[in-house]
């Protein structure tokens, strides 16, 4: 099969919303297509490196061939939903089982064209009358040629599915991979806002409910990047600009420094029945702690917004209560309280601004008092202190009734990281020290010529996350044994 079709088709699969927030299925499934031409040599070693770099010395190939089953699950999900149509089917053979040979798959991951049946012509039929033969016969031709229509519609040909940056151009693909349309920006693109690929930029799905794919891009320039906001861009299908809308707005605490916003989380809320979908943004500003989540309609207009004293870098949309209404989960850094923080938005109460009693220096006038559902900080190492203003709290991953992340205790070193995990109503039950952190904080403290190990004390002490809104105490309810 083409590789550009199977391309198209991973893209498709890593922008859905059943994958949305499984960050390592998508982690798991990019590995497994970058080596599709050469599986027959990967093994799980390579895989366990290149999936968990921090964690190479306790993983086996037990947990990869668990992450493979889930992966096989989730895909298996997303083809019985949103994929039910898709003309390529994406499979994870079962390698540990026999082949009708007698030996076991060696594939990792396979690509197979949907096969189209034709449905057979109904058993019984009765004899037509000659004189309303012509006008039937003519309701169904026309019949057959809307069901042809639909069935191409349906099954995806032409609708922009998958893009990519080519020199100063955007160029939007269907799901084959073949070209569809492309813009130009004169102004290039800002290579430091795109180093984790397209697909964070850019987003594929119906805003209006109309049957039309509608593409929403982050425009962020090449030229003075530092000198402009980043524009969320909503083309139609056929590559017709439909509006534009700018991150952030002038704020009288910025006493009269440009009011330049760059977007770091895009996510789409899931349309009920009835409902107008809804576009979510966390914009922070380029130079201080203003960081700003807005809901944008359909048609680019400003629904509500919410105003936070210190960068949000981090957006998921999760229906954590399982009742059809996702929720907003924002993580990044509290200025107010220089640590890591981790919000919870109400999609219908996104207002206001955080209330910063430990700074109000910091605090944002003239939005009134928010209405977080959850506002949680998480403490700082001693290390942290003594390297850094504030710890960071990385994307959550929200699956299997489990929210975990990772908060980075030293800038200087991605992997020194503490893990949280919480059920869905964030009651706590685990925290992991990473071994990067322990070693980092064991050197640290060897070359300052001070004798202070790592004390199960100092890990106890992971455990007091603060909760300021949404918890019946001053902390998250802790289910640690």
């Not at 490196?49 to 997303?78: C, F, G, I």
């Not at 991951?109 to 949907?114: D, L, M, Y």
């Not at 908060?407 to 992997?415: H, M, T």
């Amino acid at each position: 099969m083409d590789r550009s079709a199977i391309s198209a088709q991973i893209q498709k699969i890593l922008n859905s919303q059943s994958f949305s927030g499984k960050s390592q299925l998508q982690k798991l499934l990019e590995i497994l297509f970058a080596r599709i031409d050469s599986q027959s040599t990967l093994k799980p070693d390579r895989v366990i490196k290149e999936l968990w770099p921090e964690e190479v010395v306790t993983k086996r190939s037990a947990d990869v061939a668990t992450e493979m089953n889930r992966l096989r699950k989730a895909l298996e999900s997303y083809y019985t939903a949103e994929g039910k149509t898709d003309p390529v089917v994406i499979v994870l053979p079962n390698r540990s089982a026999p082949g009708p040979d007698g030996t076991k798959e060696k594939r990792w991951i396979t690509a197979e064209a949907r096969s189209l049946i034709e449905a057979s012509p109904p058993p019984h039929f009765r004899p037509l009358r000659r004189g309303k033969a012509p006008r039937i016969a003519a309701a169904i031709a026309l019949v057959g040629v809307v069901a042809y229509f639909a069935f191409w519609l349906l099954a995806g040909y032409g609708r922009p599915n998958s893009g990519r940056l080519e020199a100063a151009a955007l160029v939007v693909m269907d799901e084959q991979g073949k070209e569809l349309w492309r813009k130009s920006f004169p102004d290039g693109f800002w290579s430091d806002y795109y180093e984790q690929g397209l697909p964070t930029r850019i987003w594929f799905g119906d805003l209006e409910g109309k049957g039309h794919t509608d593409v929403l891009f982050l425009y962020h320039p090449a030229a003075n990047p530092s000198s402009h906001s980043t524009a969320l861009i909503c083309y139609s299908d056929r590559g017709k600009e439909k509006w534009r809308w700018m991150a952030g707005r002038s704020l009288p605490d910025l006493h009269g420094t440009p009011a330049i916003f760059t977007t770091v989380g895009l996510g789409v809320l899931k349309a009920n029945h009835g409902e107008r979908a809804r576009i979510v943004v966390s914009n922070r500003h380029w130079l201080y702690y203003f960081d700003q989540i807005a809901i944008v309609d359909p048609t680019g207009k400003t629904i509500s917004e919410y105003w936070h004293s210190g960068n949000l870098n981090h957006l998921v949309l999760a229906d954590l209560r399982r009742d059809g209404q996702e929720q907003i989960i924002a993580t990044g850094i509290s200025n107010g309280y220089r640590q890591a923080t981790l919000i919870v938005l109400d999609p219908d109460r996104v207002l206001g601004a955080s209330t910063e009693a430990a700074r109000p220096e910091v605090q944002i006038h003239g939005m009134g008092p928010a209405e977080e559902r959850l506002r949680l900080l998480f403490p700082r190492s001693d290390l942290n202190k003594a390297l850094s203003t504030y710890n960071e709290a990385e994307e959550p991953v929200v699956e299997h009734g489990r929210i975990r992340l990772s908060v980075r205790e030293c800038q200087q070193l991605p992997s020194c990281k503490i893990v949280y995990e919480f059920d869905t109503n964030f009651h706590l039950v685990g925290v992991l020290a990473y071994d990067h952190f322990r070693s980092a904080h064991k050197e640290f403290y060897l070359r300052s010529k001070s004798d202070h190990p790592f004390s199960t004390e100092e890990e106890a002490e992971f455990q007091k996350v603060r909760c300021l809104v949404g918890c019946q105490s001053d902390f998250a309810v802790n289910d640690i044994h």
